[in-house]
T-cell receptor, first 113, second 115 residues
Framework: DGGITQSPKYLFRKEGQNVTLSCEQN?????MYWYRQDPGQGLRLIYY???????QKGDIAEGYSVSREKKESFPLTVTSAQKNPTAFYLC????????????FGPGTRLTVL | SQQGEEDPQALSIQEGENATMNCSYK?????LQWYRQNSGRGLVHLIL?????REKHSGRLRVTLDTSKKSSSLLITASRAADTASYFC???????????????FGKGTKLTVNP
């Protein structure tokens, strides 16, 4: 089964802690993306990567970090510098460019306690 | 940076009726895409329409694009309770228009189809 997996589905964090959200795809896609979604809102781009070992900031990168050491994997770390991290996080991938259809994972809901 | 704006924000209809959602955007685009999101889930791509296309069909979905008005509409015919979801338009502003050639999503239309 081809697709994108995200884990965990739910994540709880204490203030001051860093947490890492996992995203894996087996679609052989070059490009991967992380989005944040707040209630009643659209998606906002955090980071994206078009190739292994390269990534760029999106619109709301402050307080987040990523790595792209493997084509299949694009983990997102929410650092303690992110002041309001409670949100729904979505990972996506596409075959190459940002113009293409994107395939989304099921999401991770992060709650800061 | 918000590019697309869906209208209405919420829509409630009866099963069997047609549902129409609109999307307006600000700059020229390479393409416009519609996505669906069930509550608490990831997005699913529905249809992509390029800037040189005016209409596209996929099953019960019909998408139109009017680049002169910078607007698109998504029509779902003969709606079903299972169509209940949020629907998002996403556009790709070209670099020449100050964009990053990445998808920019609107806030979505929440559709409820009552059985």
């Amino acid at each position: 089964d081809g697709g994108i997996t995200q884990s965990p589905k739910y994540l709880f964090r204490k203030e001051g802690q860093n947490v890492t959200l996992s995203c894996e795809q087996n679609l052989n896609h070059d490009a991967m993306y992380w989005y944040r979604q707040d209630p009643g809102q659209g998606l906002r781009l955090i980071y994206y990567s078009q190739i292994v070992n390269d990534f760029q900031k999106g619109d709301i990168a402050e307080g987040y970090s990523v790595s792209r050491e493997k084509k299949e994997s694009f983990p997102l770390t929410v650092t303690s510098a992110q002041k309001n991290p409670t949100a729904f996080y979505l990972c996506a991938s596409s075959s190459w460019t940002g113009r293409d259809e994107q395939f989304f994972g099921p999401g991770t809901r992060l709650t800061v306690l | 940076s918000q590019q697309g704006e869906e209208d209405p924000q919420a829509l409630s209809i009866q099963e069997g009726e047609n549902a129409t959602m609109n999307c307006s955007y600000k700059t020229s685009i390479n393409n416009l895409q519609w996505y669906r999101q069930n509550s608490g889930r990831g997005l699913v791509h529905l249809i992509l329409i390029r800037s040189n296309e005016r209409e596209k069909h996929s099953g019960r979905l019909r998408v139109t694009l009017d680049t002169s008005k910078k607007s698109s509409s998504l029509l779902i015919t003969a709606s079903r309770a299972a169509d209940t979801a949020s629907y998002f338009c996403a556009t790709v502003p070209p670099v020449s228009q100050g964009g990053s050639e990445k998808l920019v999503f609107g806030k979505g239309t929440k559709l409820t189809v009552n059985p």
